[in-house]
């Protein structure tokens, strides 16, 4: 099977900070791949080193066998790769189909002249995007909200709307920081379910982190466990909640 991202024995160094140490893992192709570990294990730097915030001291990291290393935010972007944030970053006065419309913005096709005139080609570009952002909001059934403010908006149906934005991009590879996060027990099983359908029905390739170690067991088809930006389990996900040196992590006592 293909691997979609490759991590190959990568550092990550801030002054005296070690972020991640030598780490290695491959995200196979049609994977619900998931990350785990306490706070401060590593988690999110892995996320910006696949999206380019960060620079690996040290290590490699590979897109479809694409080193990334000289590799803009932006281009990682397009090369099919898109991601939500541990924290909302959604336009909070703009509605709910503006705000996954940004995320359909790099599917449009025209200049700034055409856009000018509102040419025939703009219009259907344009129209193209409304229907990417409509199926996209059918998908994650938020038609009440459509044109809804984000500041009026649930915190949970605001994560959902990220989650929009985010497929609105229409990636091949979809990662997703603490999907879950601040959630309580029904919008979790909600957002567990799209997260299911959209690795299943549009067969994308999920990669998450999260703290919900349930949601984690009960979805994810590969996970790797991090501690101190080191690399503790990697495999099963029912193999990681028996394994002593997980058990140790998370709740500080070993079997």
Do not use: W
């Not at 709910?96 to 200049?111: Q, V």
């Not at 934005?165 to 990662?175: E, G, Q, S, V």
């Amino acid at each position: 099977m293909n691997s979609l991202i490759k991590f190959e024995n990568v550092s990550l160094n801030f002054g005296g900070v070690n972020a991640l140490t030598e780490v290695s893992f491959e995200v196979p192709d049609n994977s619900l791949f998931a990350i785990i570990g306490p706070n401060g294990a590593g988690k999110t730097s892995i996320f910006n080193c696949v999206s380019g915030i960060y620079r690996p001291t040290t290590g490699v990291v590979k897109i479809f066998d694409e080193d990334i290393s000289n590799i803009k935010p932006d281009a990682i972007a397009n090369l099919g790769v898109s991601r939500t944030f541990q924290n909302i970053e959604l336009f909070e006065n703009m509605t709910t189909l503006d705000n996954i419309l940004i995320g359909a913005h790099r599917h449009i096709d025209y200049g700034s002249v055409s856009g000018l005139i509102f040419s025939k080609k703009t219009r259907r570009e344009e129209e193209k995007a409304r229907q990417i952002a409509e199926d996209i909001i059918d998908f994650l059934e938020i038609e009440e909200y459509r044109y809804s403010y984000i500041l009026s908006l649930p915190y949970g149906i605001q994560k959902r709307i990220e989650l929009g934005r985010a497929l609105a991009m229409k990636p091949k590879i979809l990662l997703l920081d603490e999907p879950a996060a601040g959630m309580n027990n029904e919008e979790t099983e909600d957002i567990a379910r799209f997260i299911l359908d959209i690795h299943e029905e549009l067969e994308i390739t999920v990669v998450l982190i999260d703290h919900d170690m349930n949601m984690v067991m009960d979805i994810a088809t590969e996970v790797i466990v991090m501690d101190f930006g080191k690399k503790l389990f990697d495999g099963d996900p029912k193999e990681a909640a028996k394994d002593s040196s997980v058990i140790e992590a998370y709740l500080g006592v070993s079997d």
